[in-house]
């Protein structure tokens, strides 16, 4: 599937009608262009006038051929230089004001859509988009405010007014109107074979260069993988072969665009030319003046000048083009839905997962399935089983950043799209594998960058998460720059800031993937520690982790096998199946709870044994 294929079917790949933003269809892309469209209206007017001053030059030498020249009168021409000479300054003021004014009609579009821009660029790695067309949004932004603020836009401003120089030369004579006409609608012709003609290259150089750009992007990403593996001559190699791809499509477009433009431009000098023989021949036949023949082909020149400009920024105009179509199919598909009417309290009762089935994004196979369960504020759950079994999965649909095949999460009893993206974010905390710090300071990261949160609350967060201490030897305490990424820090001081970050603000439901992966014995007592708080708090944590001392804070265990619950319950119960699935003899465990566990019947032990052996 060829790239600009897989572009134009961005908004099928993401999984919209699983997504709360599905119901969203705002199509902000032409509202943005029917704004500048509307800005534009003040801009044809200045053209109107820039088009009208272009006719001094060809009525200046009318005059001089026809009267200064047979008269001998020096004042006469003296004057009409004046007139021309103020005729081109308030020309040259009109157009450069005309350009600045579209250089703002392009930056106000650029700012109308920033918040569509940026939402697309969140959503679209939650929606299994590929790679290649993660930044495209970006790009596509990018090149249509470069033509909207280059010399695109003036041609098509000025070539509503190229009958204004066609009725001209038809005054001057008609059979110089009919050539000019003649000769605007062959260059109008050639235009619309230009884009029937560029309309493949165009794209290949487009998908070519996307390539390109997303195959410098992993390399960056991954240097030190690169470097450390012995790696960079293999891609050096497919680099170069990147890049060649990209410079025989370029040249194959610029080529394209090169002979019809060429073309054009000799077709409008074979115009000017013959329309210079043609004047003189009316001269020669007595029926038009020398001034005519000079001042004619000047002003034909005037009149096909916006035809090959357009045809000069036709590669701009082309790009533009499809970055519209796909800014509006990715901005729809993206869109956040409407907020609900009715603000819902904080959550502070139960999580209640249903029936809950999980795909990853961009595929319709469930990873997990039939998963359903129910926990009260201030229980901690341990979410256990072998690599591949769903856990994560589980737990980027329980903080809702992947959408639901099938079933729904609950707090409170309202499913999770019945909050604002901004509101309940402020009711979770979640530290992911990948702890995804941000550039900016230790205080700023720990607060989820809320400019109005206090020191208190970064503090009593940090302190949660044990780290307080460990920031204040940081060079500038809570205002250190910690980096893209966090580079300067530790991995184990980045997970407990990360750590820090998630239980910032209360919140009700904390998810935390291996948080004591990076961890040392100071750092997994801390992490215990912190649950305990949060657990007192009355909220709900949920940890997945291979290493038995972060769970020791907690007091309910499930255990994932093949994306399905397999067990569910106490930790002791639990447990002592594990143990004794695994081949340890254990005693029969004193629960805690009236309600026995809910374990699998068919070939239960079997999978427990397997599960106990990656734990």
Known sequence: MSVHHDRFRIAASLDTKNSPAAPALDDSVMRGLREAARRMVGIAAFSGVVNVLMLAGSLYMLQVYDRVIPSRNVATLLG???????????QGYFDALRTRMLCRVATLFDVGLQESIHVALATLPLRGVKPLLLQQPLRDLDQIRAFLSGMGPTAFLDMPWIPIFLIALFLFHPAIGMTALLGTVAIIAMTLFTERMSRGAAKAAMESSARRQVLADATQRNAEVIWALGMIDRFAARWSRANERYLRENIRATDLYANLGSG???????????????????????????????????????????VEIALGSWKQLV?????????????????????????????GRDLLVQDLAVA????????????????????????????????????????????TVRGVVRLDGAALDQWRSEELGRHIGYLPQDVALFEGTVAENICRFDETATSEAIMKAARVAGVHEIILRLPDGYSTRIGQGGLTLSAGQRQRIGLARAVFGDPFLVVLDEPNANLDADGENALCRAIMTLRRQNAIVIVISHRPSALAALNMAMILYEGKAIAFGSCEEIFARIRTAGGQVAPAPRSTSTKKPAVASDGGSARLAEVAGGI
């Open 319 to 347: 790009a533009a083009r499809e970055g519209v179509a796909r800014l509006r199919e990715i901005c729809k598909a993206t869109a956040r839905p409407a907020p609900p009417r009715v603000a819902l309290p904080r959550p």
């Open 264 to 306: 054009a431009k000799l077709l409008r000098y074979v115009l000017q030319s013959g329309m210079l023989g043609l004047g003189a021949y009316l001269v020669v036949a007595d029926r038009a003046s020398g001034g005519i023949m000079i001042a004619s082909s000047i002003m034909m020149g005037r009149a096909l000048a916006p």
């Open 360 to 403: 990853a994004p961009g595929s319709d196979l469930p990873i997990v399935s039939n998963v359903s369960f129910a926990l009260k504020a201030g229980m901690g759950l341990a979410l256990l089983g072998a690599s591949a079994s769903g856990k994560t999965t589980l737990s980027k649909a329980l903080v809702g950043i992947w959408p």
């Open 80 to 90: 009409l230089s004046l007139m021309v000479l103020l005729a081109y300054l308030m």
